[in-house]
C-alpha cells in the first residue's frame, strides 16, 4: 500500500509543511541564520552570543514547527570548509537545536556549558536529574558511509563527564545522532549502547521529534536509563547484529511507549530526511554550476601565455600533487641539512 507522504505531513507537522517551499525554508533554518547574522568572516563570530540568540529564535518556534526542523538536523552544510569558524557555528547552533528539545521534553535547566573543554555538548538537566549529551552532527558529502566509532562514541568521555556532577544525579549519557550517517548492519557503536554498567542511549533527531509530537515526557526518557540494565541484562557481543537488537529495544521500550507506534512515523521521517539529502545535492549542484561558470569567465578573461601559464601549473599540481605532499612532509616533520 502506498504511503501518502501529503496527507502524512498535514497529519504530523501541520498543513503548512505540505507546501515544498516551506520544507526547503526548513532545511536552511540553520545556514540562513549564520547568512544572516554574520557577514565578515574576516573577525571571528560570537559563537555563545550567537548561540543565545539562536536558542531564543527556537523557543518562539511552535512545537509542530520544531518538530520539522529537529527531524532533519544534524547535517552540515558542505560548502563549508572543515574546521572552518562557520562550521563550528553551525555545530554550536547543532546542540542548541537538541537542547531545546530536551528543554521541551521537561528538562527545564537543561544548557550548554560555557565551558568546553572536557564537557559535554549539553547538560540535560531538570534540575534532580543529570544526563551529559554529545550532540553530533556530519557532512552528507564525508567520504565514510558511516563515521569512525572513536569520532561517535567514547565511553570514557561519557563517564570523565558524568564524574563532574553528584553522583546521585547522575543519569547517563545521551548521544543525538544523524540518521544518514548510521551503520548499514552493526558496530562496535552498538555494542556499547548495550553495556548496563554505563548506561549510553543513541537517538536519532527524527527519533526526538517523534517523542516530541506524541507528547511524550522526560519521564519516558529516565525510565529508559532506570531500567537500562533490565533491558540490556547483557551486553551485546555479536557486531552483526547488534544495531538490530538495538533498535528493537530502544522502539519497544522507549518509542513505543506511548499511544503512537513508531512505525506510524517512521516512513515519513525517512522522506523527510531524504528530501533534506536531495535539498542539499540540489544545492551543491547549483554552487558548483555557479563556479564553473565564473570559471569559464576568468579563462575567458586571460591572455593567451598567461592562460598556458595556468594550464601548466595546474596539470603540474595534479600530476605531481603525491610528489609534492611528500616532499612537504620531509621539511616539516624530517632534518635536513642546511646548505
Not at 517551499?21 to 573577525?43: A, C, G, K, M, P
Not at 540494565?229 to 530502544?250: C, D, L
Not at 525517512?270 to 579563462?299: F, M, N, Q
Request: hydrophobic fraction near 35%.
Amino acid at each position: 500500500m502506498a504511503v501518502d507522504i501529503k496527507a502524512l505531513l498535514g497529519e504530523w507537522f501541520g498543513d503548512t509543511f505540505k507546501d515544498n517551499e516551506n520544507r526547503y525554508v526548513s532545511y536552511e533554518v540553520l545556514s540562513d541564520f549564520i547568512l544572516e547574522q554574520h557577514t565578515d568572516w574576516n573577525s571571528a563570530p560570537d559563537t555563545e552570543g550567537l548561540a543565545r540568540k539562536f536558542s531564543a529564535q527556537l523557543r518562539g518556534m511552535p512545537t509542530k514547527d520544531f518538530a520539522f526542523l529537529l527531524c532533519h538536523t544534524g547535517y552540515i552544510p558542505e560548502v563549508y570548509k572543515a574546521d572552518s569558524s562557520q562550521e563550528t557555528l553551525y555545530t554550536k547552533l547543532v546542540e542548541v537545536v537538541a537542547c531545546e528539545w530536551a528543554i521541551r521534553l521537561g528538562f527545564a535547566d537543561s544548557k550548554l556549558p560555557t565551558q568546553k573543554a572536557s564537557k559535554e555538548d549539553v547538560t540535560i538537566s531538570d534540575g534532580h536529574k543529570i544526563i551529559v549529551c554529545d550532540a553530533k552532527s556530519y557532512r552528507l558529502g564525508r567520504s565514510q558511509a558511516a563515521p569512525n566509532v572513536k569520532d561517535a562514541l567514547k565511553k570514557g568521555d561519557i563517564t570523565k563527564w558524568l564524574s563532574h556532577y553528584k553522583a546521585d544525579k547522575r543519569v547517563g549519557g545521551l548521544v543525538t545522532f544523524p540518521s544518514q550517517h548510521d551503520w548499514k548492519n552493526g558496530s562496535d557503536f552498538y555494542l556499547y549502547l548495550t553495556d548496563k554498567n554505563s548506561p549510553i542511549v543513541m537517538l536519532f533527531y527524527e527519533h526526538m521529534a517523534f517523542m516530541l509530537l506524541t507528547g511524550m515526557e522526560k519521564q519516558s526518557l529516565l525510565n529508559f536509563f532506570e531500567r537500562h540494565a533490565e533491558i540490556f541484562p547483557n551486553e551485546e557481543t555479536n557486531k552483526s547484529g547488534s544495531r538490530k537488537v538495538y533498535f528493537e529495544k530502544i522502539t519497544e521500550h522507549l518509542l513505543n511507549t506511548g499511544e503512537t507506534s513508531w512505525n506510524d512515523f517512521q516512513p515519513l521521517a525517512d522522506y523527510v530526511v531524504s528530501e533534506k539529502v536531495y535539498h542539499t545535492k540540489a544545492g551543491l549542484d547549483e554552487h558548483l554550476t555557479s563556479e564553473e561558470a565564473a570559471t569559464r569567465a576568468w579563462v575567458d578573461s586571460l591572455p593567451v601565455e598567461t592562460l598556458k601559464e595556468e594550464l601548466v601549473a595546474v596539470r603540474y599540481q595534479l600530476d605531481n600533487q603525491n610528489l609534492l605532499r611528500q616532499r612537504d612532509n620531509i621539511l616539516k616533520f624530517r632534518k635536513v641539512l642546511k646548505k
